[in-house]
Nanobody
Framework: QVQPVESGGGLVQAGDALRLVCDAS????????LGWFRRPPGKDREFVGA????????HYADSVKGRFTISRDNAKKSVYLQIDSLKAEDTAVYYC??????????????????????WGQGTQVTVTS
């Protein structure tokens, strides 16, 4: 079982960078794929990106490629979402989620929320222009 907890959100200006952190307790963290999702105001939750159990591969939504980078540190049981060149449309609640993924390369299946078993409460990111 993995319990994700997000942090690092806040009020930032367009063009700034921000790093979100997902700390996840649980014995199976290192065997889990981790995904990031976001819910913009008034919109549905959307996939941002995912990282494989060992950090060896990542998969991103087309809309964030080039600006978003996911990494992980299994020793610290943490996953990171680096967001560069923030835009107003990045304003959202950002969620971290964990799913069974030992031995699995990050792939399109991780775009679906049903891939994940455990979800954090989210952290708010607000970008002002």
């Amino acid at each position: 079982q993995v319990q994700p907890v997000e942090s690092g959100g806040g009020l930032v200006q367009a063009g700034d960078a921000l790093r979100l952190v997902c700390d996840a307790s649980g014995r199976t963290f290192s065997a889990s794929a981790l995904g990031w999702f976001r819910r913009p105001p008034g919109k549905d939750r959307e996939f941002v990106g995912a990282i494989s159990w060992d950090g060896g591969s990542t998969h991103y939504a087309d809309s964030v490629k080039g600006r978003f980078t996911i990494s992980r540190d299994n020793a610290k049981k943490s996953v990171y979402l680096q967001i560069d060149s923030l835009k107003a449309e990045d304003t959202a609640v950002y969620y971290c989620a964990a799913g069974a993924g030992y031995g699995v390369t990050a792939n399109k299946a991780m775009e679906s929320p049903i891939f994940y078993d455990y979800w954090g409460q989210g952290t708010q990111v607000t970008v002002t222009s």
